[in-house]
Structure formats: C-alpha cells, structure tokens
C-alpha cells in the first residue's frame, strides 16, 4: 500500500489537506488502499476557470496516487441541460490535458437503481410522498433560529407511499402536484436536514433517456449515491457542500450501501470576474458577451480562445493549492501563469497596433534588406527568420515625441534609437497635417554601418523600437481585452446594483494592425510575442485572407500599475 504514495513533490509545495486525509487513509488500508476521485459535473453550462481547479485537483489526486478519476455528468434536471454542455466539458477536460479512460458515467445510467434506493427509504419509513407545493414547503420550513413544521402528509402509510411514488412514476400527476422528501428532522439546526425534497416531477424529455422517466432525484440524492455506485472513495467537493455532508452521509447509512468519504475545499473566486454558471449564462443570453467562448469571459473555452495553454492553467491551479477557507485570488495571478509559459514558448513577431509612418531618407528606394530576427530567445532551438526592411517603416506612434519628458529613450528631435534587428536611426524632421496639425510622417536617416550583426553595430543608443516594413506588413484585425468588470468584486453590490451595472464598457477594443509577413500562414490557436506588446493568440475567426489576433495578456502587468496609481 506504501508503494502508491508518491514521494516526489514539487519543490517547495508541503502536502495540502486532503492528500493528507489520503495518505493516512492509504497507510491505514482503508478502501483496500484505494484511491477513486471523480468530476462531475452538471451539463447546463460551459466550464469555468473555477472547474478547471476542481478538475486539476481530482484528476491529479488520482494520477498522484495510482488511482482512477471518473468524468460522471449529474444529469438530472432535464430542463436546463444539453448535450451541447456534455459536448463541451468533455473538450475542456481533455484540453486541460486529462483523460478519463473508459470511465465517462452519468447519473442517469443509475436512474433505475436511484429509484430502488428511493423504495429502499420508503420501506424504512425514512421517505415519503408530500402533496405541498415548493412554495408551501418553503414556508413551513422554518429558520436557522426556528424550527420548521412537519408536512400534513408526513405520517402516511408505508403502502400509501410506495403507491403514490409508483404512480408519479408512471406520469400519472403533472409538474409540482407530488415530491418525495426524506423523513429526517424539522427541527433540526441545519436547514437542509428538515425533510429535504429526493425527488421531483418533471414531464421534460431527457438528452439521454428521452422520456423513459418523469421524476428526477435531485442533485443532493443522486450525487452520494452515485458515488457509492461508483466505489468513490474520496468525493471531494467545494466548501458549499459542507452543510449538505450530514445529508451525503445519512442517505447512505439510510438505504445501507458503500459509504465514501465526501472532503470540501474553497471554491476558486477570481477578482474582477463573476464564477456563478448562472451569471454568465445570463451574461451570455443577454448578449452582454458574445457568447460562452467571449475571450473575457472565464469559461475555460474563452480562456483557450483567447490564448491561455493548458499548461499555464494547471500551473496556476497548483500555485493557489488547495485551501479549507474561502478567498480570493487576484487575476493577476493567473495572467503571470500565462506569460510565464508563453515566454518560453511564443515565436517573437513585430507588430504595429497605432501605426505612425517612419520614412528613411537616406535609404535606397527600392531596397529591400532581409533582417536576421531570433524567434525566442528563451529556446535557442527555435531558430531565427528574415524580417523585410526597406525605405517606409510603420512604428508605434506612442514611441516619438516632440516635446518629450525625462526619462524618455526613444525616438524624438535630436535622438537616436536602434531599430530591433535592423539600423540605428536619427530623427530630423516630421510632416504634420496643415488643418488639425497631427503628424503624419516622421523623418529620419539610417547610419548603414549599423546594421544588426555588424561591427558597429554595437553602437550604444538608449531605445529600442520595434517595426514593420509599410511595403511588406500584413494587415490583421487586433482585439484588445480588458477586465470583463471595472471593479475587484462584482458580486458585492451595493446600492441597489447588480453585477452587470458593474461590466467595464471598455473590456474590448478592437484595433487594425500591421504585422511582420512571417505570421501570414498562421492558423487558429497559433501564439507569439508581439515584441514590447504582449502575446497573441490567432483567433478562431481568421481566415488567410483577413487575419485576426485576440491580446492574451500584455508584456507586462499594466492593469496593476492602474490600480496603484488610482
């Protein structure tokens, strides 16, 4: 049993709570030393950020420790779920880089055996059919400080019961006329220990079992027994489901059947974002986003478009571990993640996003020299490519002033600069418009003994800019991403607002820019460094006629360096 403890941890990382539990389980021999985690998730939403911890953390339980990880969909409520969310979780699990075997399950596969469970507490006088409607249920329920009322139809008879559930089975009574709730206790302190509802009516056709059934066992029913099923023997669940464990557990002492052991940890909250599936499909159904895989949103299929890896994702999930209390992480976090691996990864590229005309008048017309560029300086095997240079150049217009402050090293009257990979240049004169007086070209001349690789070319100047040749760019659709919303909380609103009064009307920009032609046979999910920019990411909506790049993240934390200047 010692033998499926791995010793190897990362670096500086102690074991959290849960392998903790685990691994004293293991050395007691408890579940014949097995170690069985599962996923599962509800098919009515795209996956967030927030189930890409919970994924990293049972997949990578049962990798750890030698053990199996189940994906096992709880589709129980047929009127909010789509095999289009099956679809998709099943594509982020994967993207994320875990495979589930043979194991994909459902909690319909267990309907028939859910019910038998249900007969089982039926018999035992621990269940029973009420006739109260939600609302009527809702209001004899009580409060934490008081104690609630028993149904009328609490005390009927064992034979009554089964008869009445059979016959809700079989379609006899429409929507809401009949539940079946556990007989535990009205007054006990936690609320959802007071006879809460097992099962439902619901006359709604099923993505897989078509309309086999009209009941459904709801979640807090289906999910421990589906674990029991299944021989899980660590669930592990966020800190939300704390108070429902003394449920997980009675149902299964209940109806008398293999017991795992359900664990809960924080749930992931994210600053500047909203992690409830419900507020991003309203998010999505309003159009407030341009649907589940917006690049600002956090589903995990936004962050793949937008750019994010897999790798920088399930870094990030192992950096924030795994905590008994709930917090909040910063975004920040996650977008270090990101740069972090693509500067190891991202061929360089340069490109021009406000493009200002650099015109060399000293350079032969109808030169055009082939620049020696390094794709990634941080991976020595990647090589080096041609850049076009020539006469017209496109450079940042934020990278000349006219009347510069201190501390400002590029191109201005008076200085020099060198050209990335190409020439130093000398500023001398600029052509503005006569009616609003911006300036349309700067002028300069280039000293050809300074060319990248030559002799002189180590000629210290201050700045360095990147360019494109005017002749040779490719022009690209640009998208720009912000914060999704202009404050760290958006959930805590205050002042009558929701969360959507708090949505940064500036989250996307979209800009035209010109790129260096080597990334003209780029294709979807293709990344770079834009250089002195960010990272880029081609997005699904290019085509090779009309190139379109979403910012992943910026070079730099510039949103940070906002917020301490505030």
């Known amino acids: 049993m010692e033998e499926n403890i791995r010793k190897e941890e990362i670096p500086g990382r102690s074991l959290n709570f849960i392998e903790e539990i685990i691994e004293e389980d293991l050395l007691t021999g408890k579940n014949d030393s097995r170690v069985h985690t599962r996923f599962p998730p509800e098919p009515n939403g795209y996956l967030h950020i927030g189930h890409a911890k919970s994924i990293c953390l049972n997949f990578g339980i049962g990798k750890k420790y030698n053990g199996k990880t189940n994906l096992r969909f709880d589709d129980t409520n047929p009127v909010k779920e789509d095999i289009e969310y099956v679809d998709s979780i099943k594509e982020d699990v994967k993207w994320l880089g875990f495979d589930w075997e043979d194991r994909e399950f459902y909690a319909s596969d267990y309907f028939e055996q859910l019910y038998d469970f249900a007969l089982v507490l039926i018999r035992k006088g621990k269940a029973y059919v009420c006739d109260m409607s939600a609302e009527e249920i809702s209001e004899i329920r009580g409060t934490p400080t008081r104690p609630g009322k028993e149904s009328p139809y609490r005390n009927r008879t064992v034979e009554k019961n089964i008869d009445l559930f059979t016959r809700m089975r079989t379609g006899e009574f429409p929507d809401g006329a009949k539940v079946l709730r556990a007989k535990i206790d009205m007054a006990s302190p936690n609320m959802h220990m007071r006879d809460p509802v097992i099962y439902r009516i619901i006359h709604t056709s099923h993505h897989r079992t078509g309309d086999k059934w009209c009941i459904y066992p709801m979640y807090d029913f289906a999910h421990g027994q589906s674990d029991s099923i299944e021989k899980i023997t660590h669930s592990i669940c966020t800190l939300e489901f704390e108070v429902h464990r003394p449920l997980y557990d009675w149902l299964i002492e209940e109806i008398g059947i293999y017991a795992p052991r359900q664990i809960e940890f924080a749930r992931l909250n994210l600053s500047y974002t909203v992690m409830s599936k419900r507020k991003l499909l309203e998010l999505v159904q309003e159009k407030k986003v341009n649907g589940w895989d917006d690049p600002r949103m956090p589903t995990i299929c936004g962050l793949r478009r937008r750019g994010f890896t897999s790798e920088s994702i399930r870094n ?251």
């Not at 340069?350 to 082939?370: A, C, H, S």
């Not at 912000?482 to 800009?511: A, C, I």
Request: glycine fraction near 4%; proline fraction near 6%; charged fraction near 30%.
């Open 316 to 566: 990030f999930a192992d950096i924030i571990g795994v905590a008994k209390r709930d917090n909040v992480i910063d975004i920040s976090l996650l977008e270090f993640c990101v740069r972090e691996d693509l500067n190891r990864k991202a061929f360089r590229v340069m490109g021009v996003l406000n493009p200002l005309k650099v015109i060399l008048d000293n350079y032969p017309e109808d030169l055009v020299e082939e620049m020696e560029a390094t794709n990634n300086p941080e991976d020595t095997s990647a090589g080096s490519r041609k850049v076009p240079f020539a006469k017209e150049l496109y450079i940042e217009q934020e990278d000349f002033m006219e009347n510069p402050p201190n501390k400002f090293f590029r191109l201005a009257p008076g200085r020099e600069v060198r050209l990335r990979s190409g020439y130093i240049i000398k500023y001398e004169s600029v052509i503005k418009d006569p009616v609003n007086g911006q300036i349309l070209e700067v002028h300069c001349t280039y000293d050809p003994a300074t060319k990248s690789g030559m002799p002189e070319s180590n000629r210290k100047v201050k700045g360095t800019l990147h360019w494109v040749s005017v002749k040779h760019a490719i022009k690209a659709e640009i998208r720009l991403y912000d914060r999704l919303f202009v404050v760290e909380n958006p959930d805590n609103s205050e002042d009558g607002k929701t969360y959507k009064d708090y949505l940064n009307p500036n989250s996307l920009e979209v800009k035209t820019g010109y790129i260096e032609p080597s990334v003209e046979n780029s294709v979807a999910g293709q990344k770079f460094q834009f250089e002195r920019l960010g990272y880029f990411s081609v997005d699904y909506d290019s085509t090779p006629e009309s190139l379109v790049f979403n910012c992943v993240v910026p070079l730099k934390d510039s949103w940070t360096k906002k917020e301490k200047a505030k």
